[in-house]
């Protein structure tokens, strides 16, 4: 019996297995929060604010909390982006001689990754109780920036540290500086990964609850200001849910779905940016 064979049927079927696994649970949930959901999904649901009795299941929508989510979601992650791209930059090409203190710094990073998301609501809530800070949007935007730094500094991280070391000895033997070789080298050939990062930090933005539970609040209205509070997604969804009234749970889960659909939407736009890029050259 040739048992290389044996182990490699084996592991074959296992793969497959778990691919079968892992699509059927997605397919499940999509197909559950969708089924239930687009029935109440509607164009007023969508375009208008909360009005009175949309919380007994009346008129009104939960425009307020889509609003809420996108400007929550992109200034957190354009915030993560503007420390977490220069850090991995710097750990890759400055600091590529001190092994020890980049692997600390990853360690850190990797711990921080596993924090969970309710320990950086709690700290959040605690510097704003010290220095008498409302709960409101620019304070729920810093607490997340805080939650998804580590999940862009490692993702960008790993992508800079699969460029090939010669890129690096290249630019130097051309003359570049390491701010150019970072920045026009190193840079341009990560363009791929640092988006699906911004992806990922994107999708835990504007998917958690936890962090901003404490921060950001909860208002029926728009904001006009950072220094408002604003409605999310997933705290709609909380809320909602929590309700004893049928026609205020099932918009929860139509509110699931609009979620659902916003990330399906910018992983599609991901996607095709990344392809688009996936084949720059350098050129010094």
């Not at 354009?78 to 203190?101: D, E, I, Q, S, T």
């Not at 730094?149 to 890129?167: A, K």
């Not at 404490?214 to 969804?237: E, K, M, N, V, W």
Request: aromatic share 14%.
């Amino acid at each position: 019996m040739d048992w290389r064979k044996s182990e490699e049927r084996f592991f074959r079927v296992l793969m497959f297995c778990s691919t079968f696994i892992i699509a059927a649970s997605l397919f499940l949930i999509f197909f559950s929060v969708i089924y239930t959901g687009m029935p109440h999904l509607s164009w007023e649901m969508i375009t208008s604010t909360p009005k009175g009795g949309f919380y007994f299941g009346r008129e009104g929508g939960i425009s307020n909390a889509i609003i809420g989510s996108v400007y929550l979601s992109v200034g957190s992650t354009l915030l993560a982006l503007l420390f977490g791209l220069p850090l991995a930059l710097f750990m890759n090409v400055h600091l590529v001689r001190h092994k020890m203190l980049v692997n600390a710094i990853r360690f850190v990073m990797d711990l921080l990754w596993g924090v969970p998301s309710i320990v950086y609501g709690a700290f959040g809530f605690t510097i704003m109780v010290f220095f008498g800070i409302r709960a409101s949007l620019l304070a729920g935007i810093i607490t997340v920036t805080l939650f998804i730094i580590p999940i862009m500094v490692r993702g960008i991280d790993e992508v800079l540290h699969s460029v090939p070391h010669g890129l690096l000895e290249s630019a130097y033997s051309l003359g570049s500086t390491k701010s150019e070789t970072a920045y026009k080298v190193f840079l341009k050939q990560s363009v791929p990964g640092v988006i699906t990062a911004v992806l990922l930090s994107f999708g835990r933005a504007i998917g958690d609850a936890a962090a901003i539970l404490f921060t950001t609040g909860y208002t029926d209205y728009i904001p006009t200001s950072l220094s408002q509070p604003t409605a999310t997604l997933p705290l709609a969804i909380f809320f909602q849910l929590s309700s004893p009234i049928p026609e205020v749970r099932e918009r929860a889960y139509a509110a699931a779905v609009i979620l659902i659909f916003i990330i399906l939407f910018i992983s599609i736009i991901t996607r095709y940016f990344s392809r688009k890029y996936q084949g720059n050259k350098i050129n010094f």
